[in-house]
């Protein structure tokens, strides 16, 4: 099937004879050609991304300068004032900043334990398929099934978290009665969710990463840990900030399990931007608001996910 | 001595993690095997005794058709969106023109949008289309929300494969689509898998455009169906477990059968000496 | 040389063909799957008579009854009937999104009390005063008639008038020595004090507390009970003030001064409690009366002998779930129809003997007491319900309840939880649930 592949960086068989497919025609045609060839492969996507989402975007900037009361028809232009009563809603403050530390301590959580658990998957000990297989397990689940056990799982009388930590002598807490149990409850049950997809997507990243490079580090004396921070996170790196930045994207989004388990409490130390926007919009009948908040959630988390990505990328391209 | 050692940490890291992922799949899947009593029993029964499978019976064929719903709009939609992504991707990664950067921040910053604000707006179009309650509708809108990831998966992927197989290849005379085919996409088989795997499932448990967009079984998805055991008053746990456990044999079934190519993919593209 | 042949020429058209069938029978599916989709809009039904669509929340008791006699309606009218179930996680905003769009997809929406005005308000719904006659309008409760009215007009036929009722563990009791159910606030504390046994592990009642608007509907049995209220009939905010204070007091008393509820109760919603009384672990609780049901279930109740149930001291709220026409509707008289028909003196005395819940007219209620299906012990509890009715009232809402039961909800958590006194929650939270009822 695959015509056999030299090893990286061998010169290429004796000269066969050459099919002028534009290797000949000199450098800028081969750029021209190139681009065109770029095009053609990316237009379909690009084409069919524009169609499906472009009115709902357009929709959402455009409701988000209306004044809606009660339709999302009508209305008239009002500016950046829905901008800026948001802004100024305190409760939309109150979620940012709980939707901000959420984002930095679970994605940084996540970045962590899934490159350590890929690094060791990685390492192909036995059974480790099963291993791969089990981690993967979160992600078959609806989020509508996971979020409701978990709820169930942190329940007090009849939870099995609080069961379990009683048979081993801890007295569990509540964790739905104060902020800060509850915000944990989220954060594991969300890890659940989310470690699965870094995990994967690591080890898919690592499958590309000779062995032989470990191997000579090895023989040069080097030890695992600097093995890993010299050889194995440099080449993990884009991969790495791929997650990063996906996760970005996601915990920003998280609402599911929020709804689920605590619904914003207790007393709204749970509220979160997705639930402000849903409140907002369906339950305040403030479309326009609700939309307004979308487009600085959007807005916002996409500044958060480049800064990232750009601080911490390699100085040199990968490629 | 030092080798046993680390071997046996990696193994309790990795069994570890496992416990965690495992425990509320288990606790899930014995839930729905206990008779009512049990499930609510204070403390927590962990075995049913007797198990019974009355919540998998009491289902009846009524959810078969939000099951079917749920195969089509997901694969269909899957198939789509691969079709446009592995192209982009390859595009992306390789051939880069003026706005493609551009281009493909558009496409990625897709994924930052609050899923909640585009409920009204699909709900609108899909209605105007005349594809409210269709599976086709669905998949319209479900390609978007996977493209968006896969190229995304991809372009990165795409770019680790060194560019001197390429080369070598177009100077072999492989042009562009045969080195994607042949030599791209081989040698990523497992990232692939990983990026079909994830954009399948978020169609499979997507819920609120399900919802939004679904009205009768013509469209409405699994997600939808399992969310009726949840009502106003109270919540049906026998069943909603059960329905849960079963949504997600289809998925086990296709990964355990993916994971095998995975494998192939692995020891056939691998750049081992 | 062989290479590139090999590269160029035999295997290569075969994988431009595998894409081109991959793509093809991508276009296939596509196709198939619009046409397989089925018939979703409602289309004139084989025997030429309009079909009316009625969304109703998926797994409920009622819907499920109201779909099996559904065809003695269309026999009687030539009218079908074409349900949509709909999670009720997401009921209220299907409807809204089905309104606000003014798509038509529903015919007949399935209320929950609240809702009503603020459908109402925002011209969803259609006012169904003409269609209600006069004797009818007689027949109903009046708490059932105030709680589909909106500024004067009524805009929905009600199923279901309920309040929380009082389920009690007559066993317990006995063995506390206490003669019946209590008839005070007082008395409620007192036997929960009683009845709470740390050794056995049984409280004496729960106090719900959970962050959600359900928590806040039975909070208002508590705030009535203490002669308070959220709103008043202007619509002016009275959060703050010494009765809502004296209900809240009486509430932390009983949670933490008392301990006779269980911690964990901040947390809990309706479904808690029900899995709390029916393992056995609470003594005395206040719950909806679809619990009844549950209750005396073998299969679903570990105390389904050694319980009963009673009115809730002096008063209660009473809430209501009604079917009511939508605005935007192409068969409003159909609609109409249906909903009077759902809702006729016959129909309601059959879902109310079927599902054990009381009936919002009282025609109804004497034929479901004459009916040979209930045993007298179902009958009794049946009347139970009715007393909470009787002895109820419907609590001024205006159309942005929701709304403001959700900051409600906050305000009810953060007390139960003490991360701020009454007195703080009430005062801080005035000003902002005044906003929130004007609608600004």
Known sequence: MAPELAPAGAAPAAPAPRRPRGGERGPAADRTRGRRVGLLLTAPAALVMAATVAYPLVWVLQISVTSSATAVTGGHFVGLENYGAVLRSGSFRDALWHTVVFVVLTVTIEVVLSVLLATVLAKRLAGHRI??????????????????????????????????????????????????????SILVANLWTALPFGILVLFAGMAGIPEELDEAAQLDGAGPWQRFRHVTLPLLRPAILLVLVVRIADAFRVYDVVYILTGGGPAGSTNVLNTYIFKRSFSDFQFGQGAAAAVLVMVLSAVISVAAFRVLRPKEDAQ | MNRVLTRAAQYAVLAVAAVFFVLPVLWTLLTSLKPDLQLRSIPPTIVPSPPTLENYTGTGGGLLVYLRNSVVAS???????????????????????????????????????????????????????????????????????????????????????????????????????????RIVIPLTLP????????????????????????????????????????????????????????????????????????????TQGALKG | MARSDRASGAIGPRRTTYLRLAALSGVAALGLAACSSGDGSSSPSASGGETITVGVEAGAPAPEFYKSIADRFTQETGITVKFVDVPGTS?????????????????????????????????FLEPLSTALADEDRADFYP????????????????????????????????????????????????????????????????????????????????????????????????ADSPEVKAAFDWMLGLQYDDQSSPPGAVDYDNGDVANMFLQGQVAMVKNWPYMYAMAKDPAQSTVSDSF????????????????????????????????????????????????INPVPRSSAWDQVKASEELTDQDKDALAVMTQAVDQGQAVPMGPNFAAFRDRMAVVLSSIMTRQQTPDEALSSAQPELQSIVDGS
């Not at chain 3, 389920?167 to 206490?178: K, N, P, S, V």
């Not at chain 3, 959600?212 to 202007?234: H, K, P, R």
């Not at chain 3, 009473?318 to 935007?328: D, K, L």
């Open chain 1, 131 to 184: 291993f791969v297989g089990i981690f993967a397990l979160p992600l078959m689940m609806a989020p509508i099934v996971s979020g409701f056990m978990w709820r169930w799982l942190f329940a007090d009388q009849y939870g099995l978290v609080n069961y379990l930590l009683s048979l081993v002598g801890v007295d569990g807490p509540l964790w739905g009665g104060s902020p800060f149990w509850a915000r944990l």
């Open chain 2, 75 to 181: 694969v269909v939609a899957t198939a789509v969106s691969l079709l446009l992504s592995i192209p982009a991707a390859y595009g992306f990664a390789r051939f880069p023109y003026r706005f493609s950067g551009g281009v493909f921040g558009a496409i990625v910053i897709c994924r930052f949008v609050p899923t909640i604000v585009l409920s009204i707006p699909y709900f609108l179009m899909m209605s105007r289309l005349g594809l409210l309650d269709t599976l086709l509708g669905l998949v319209a809108v479900y390609v978007p929300l996977q493209t968006t990831l896969m190229v995304w998966l991809l372009e990165s992927f795409f770019r680790q494969v060194p560019r001197e197989l390429e080369e070598a290849a177009q100077i072999d005379g492989l042009g562009v689509v045969g080195r994607l085919v």
């Open chain 2, 191 to 266: 990232s692939l898998a990983v990026a079909t795997i994830l954009g399948f499932l978020a169609s499979w448990n997507e819920f609120l455009l399900a919802n939004t967009l679904g009205r009768t079984t013509a469209s409405q998805t699994m997600p939808v169906g399992i969310a009726s055991f949840v009502t106003s008053f109270q919540t049906d746990w026998g069943q909603l477990t059960a329905n849960g456990i079963l949504y997600m044999l289809p998925v086990m079934a296709v990964t355990l059968a993916a994971q095998r190519g995975l494998i192939s993919g692995l």
């Open chain 3, 91 to 123: 009921m209220h905003e299907t409807f809204v999104t089905d309104a606000v769009s003014a798509s038509g997809g529903f015919d007949v929406y399935d209320l929950d009390g609240p809702w009503i005005p603020e459908f109402a308000s925002k011209g």
């Open chain 3, 143 to 238: 708490a059932a008639i105030d709680s589909v009215t909106y500024d004067g007009e009524v805009y929905g036929l009600p199923w279901l008038v309920h309040g929380p009722i009082l389920y009690y563990r007559t066993d317990l009791f006995e063995q506390a020595g206490i003669d019946g159910p209590p008839t005070t606030t007082d008395e409620l504390r007192a036997d929960a004090a009683t009845l709470t046994d740390p050794a056995t592990g049984v409280y004496g009642t729960i106090v719900e507390g959970k962050q959600i608007a359900e928590a806040v509907s039975q909070l208002y049995d508590t705030l009535l009970q203490f002669d308070g209220n959220l709103l008043d009939d202007d619509l002016t905010v009275t």
């Open chain 3, 308 to 355: 009963a149930v009673a009115a809730q001291p002096v008063t209660n709220a009473v809430w209501s779930w009604s079917f009511g026409v939508a605005a935007g509707s192409t068969h409003k008289d159909a609609a109409t129809r249906f909903v009077q028909w759902a809702t006729s003196t016959d129909v309601l005395a059959e879902l109310g003997t079927a599902t």
